[in-house]
């Protein structure tokens, strides 16, 4: 697949002009453009499919549009000027002008393009792990991190419990009582049972959260739950590698009647935090940070160095062990997963 052509500071400056036009309404269009579209509006990003996307508008009417060539990311979530198209006949009519500022995004690492968004003004991570295929507390310090960095606030959610024996159930509980000692909420579910849905749609009433976590997880039983509407593909856990089958294929947001919004991203099996500097990365560790700057050494790498106060604190009980071995596992893996052609 072809790269996009990387804009000169010329072309970068009339982009960033043009955009500032689009978004104060200042910008004539051309009699092309007012013969094929209607007035401009405020819309929201819905779905996006490819090269287009579903907008909505104030009267909740959705219009799959095309993008503006100069427009470089849309996400779910993003708030747009957009033109519906005049001709309703068509699949693809209406055309978005301009991204407006995002007050929050969730981005990714990407290997050909570096970071990429995932969704865009959103007010809370669900960060959504289950005990099939395995539960992996490494993922979810990954997830975490992500979430830190972006400064957006994220909860911890474990589906299919049911599956659970009372001492198994016991036992995982004593594992994620380390999240909730440093501050993160956590939610227990099962769509079989449908234990903790009631708490889950709570969580999510009135905000705008995202769904996050690997395939297979139950991301999508979730939604069905939640709003057995919306009539969500399941997939199984493959027999050979253990893993979830990808049934979210596309990004899209999905309205609670009772008020709210829930964005469902693609899953993904690994999230990667090579694009990360070292200094943001132990940021992530939330409870890492009170520590931070009282080590013997500016360069302390925060492993056997001597007066090391991180790894005094581990040995003092005051940071968790796991935690800490979660955060050298990640550290040292991230120059491994870094691609070739991407420096730190």
Known sequence: MAKKPKLTNRQKRQVSVNRTKRLSNSETPTEIEDNQFEEQQTGRVIGRFGKHADVEDQFSEVHRCHMRRTITSVVCGDQVLFRPGKDKSLSISGIIEAVKDRKSVLTRPDFYD???PIAANIDQIIIVSSVLPSLSLNIID??????EDV???PVLLLNKVELLS??????????LNIYRDIGYQIVYTSCKTLTGVDQLAACLKDKVSVFVGQSGVGKSSLINALLPDADEVIGD??????????????????HFPAGGDLID??????????????DRLILGFKEFREF???????????GNDPGCVIREAVEQGKVSQQRYDSYHKILANMDELRPAHIKQ
């Open 292 to 302: 931070l700057g009282g080590c013997k050494f500016r360069d302390c790498k925060h």
């Open 237 to 254: 856990i493959s027999d050979n590698s253990g893993l979830g089958q990808h049934t979210t294929t596309t990004a899209k947001l999905l």
């Open 114 to 116: 570096g970071v990429k």
């Open 151 to 153: 400064e957006i606030k």
């Open 265 to 278: 991203s693609p899953g993904v099996r690994e999230f990667a935090l090579w694009h990360l500097p070292t």
């Open 166 to 175: 009372p001492t198994e159930r016991a036992e995982v509980e004593t594992q």
């Open 142 to 147: 990954r997830y975490l991190v992500a979430s």
